[in-house]
C-alpha cells in the first residue's frame, strides 16, 4: 500500500498510525495538495489527501473508509473498534468530533495564509466550531477515568483526538490551552507513545 499525505495533517497521521499499530507495511509519498498535486491526481482527482493506494492499484479517499478498509484486513480481534453495536458509534462519534476538529483547524489557518483579506464572519464561525467541539470532548473525557477513551487498550477515536489536538495546538495556539486539561492529559498520553513519535510531522509556522 502507498499512503499519500504530509503527517503535519491529521487526516494523513491518523491513517499512518493506525497502519504501523496493525502492522501493515506501506510507503509513504509526503506529497503535498499544493506544490504536488499533479502527482496526487492520477491516484485521486479531488488532488487531496489521504490517498491510500492499495496492492490492486485502486485508490481510497477519506480517512474513515481508509480506516474500515483496514479494520476488515486485520479482522475484528485486532481491530481498534469494535465491528458493530453501541461501542463501535460511540467511538465513530468521538473519532467524528476530532475530525471536524480538525477540518475546521484547517480551513481557519487556509484563511489566515490564503487569503489577504480575512472574512471576519468566517473565521468567527470556525473558532466558534472549534471552541464548541474542544469543550464537548473536554467534558465527555474528563468523565472517562480509564487510560484510553473507552477503555484500556487505543482505538480510533483516541488517535484522532490525538491528531486533531496536535495540529491544532501547533496551528492555533491561542485556541487550545490550559483550559482543557482532560484534553492535554489524554494528548500527551498518546503522544508518549513510541508510534506517535515516529509518525509525526510539526507543522510549519503559517506566512502572513
Known amino acids: 500500500m502507498i499512503l499519500i499525505g504530509q503527517y503535519d495533517s491529521p487526516f494523513v497521521r491518523r491513517v499512518a498510525i493506525a497502519l504501523r499499530l496493525y502492522g501493515l507495511p506501506f510507503e509513504h509519498k509526503p506529497w503535498s495538495t499544493f506544490g504536488d498535486a499533479d502527482k496526487i491526481a492520477p491516484y485521486n482527482p479531488l488532488r487531496r489527501v489521504p490517498t491510500l493506494v492499495l496492492d490492486s492499484g485502486e485508490a481510497l479517499i477519506e480517512s474513515a473508509v481508509m480506516l474500515d478498509y483496514l479494520d476488515d484486513r ?3 480481534d485486532k481491530a481498534m473498534i469494535p465491528p458493530h453495536g453501541e461501542g463501535r458509534w460511540r467511538q465513530q462519534r468521538i473519532a467524528a468530533l476530532a475530525m471536524g476538529l480538525g477540518d475546521k483547524g484547517v480551513s481557519l489557518l487556509y484563511e489566515r495564509v490564503l487569503r489577504q483579506e480575512k472574512l471576519a464572519l468566517w473565521v468567527e464561525r470556525c473558532e466558534a466550531q472549534i471552541a464548541g467541539v474542544l469543550a464537548v470532548l ?3 473525557r474528563a468523565a472517562v477515568a480509564t487510560p484510553y477513551w473507552f ?3 487505543i482505538g480510533h477515536a483516541d488517535i484522532a483526538v490525538a491528531c ?3 495540529f491544532t495546538g501547533e496551528a492555533h495556539p491561542a485556541l487550545f490551552g490550559t483550559r482543557y486539561p482532560a484534553l492535554q492529559a489524554h494528548a500527551a498520553r498518546c503522544e508518549a507513545l513510541p508510534v506517535f513519535g515516529e509518525i509525526v510531522q510539526p507543522l510549519a509556522p503559517p506566512k502572513g
Open 74 to 76: 486485520v479482522g475484528p
Open 151 to 153: 477503555g484500556d487498550r
Open 138 to 140: 473536554e467534558k465527555e
Open 164 to 166: 486533531a489536538l496536535r
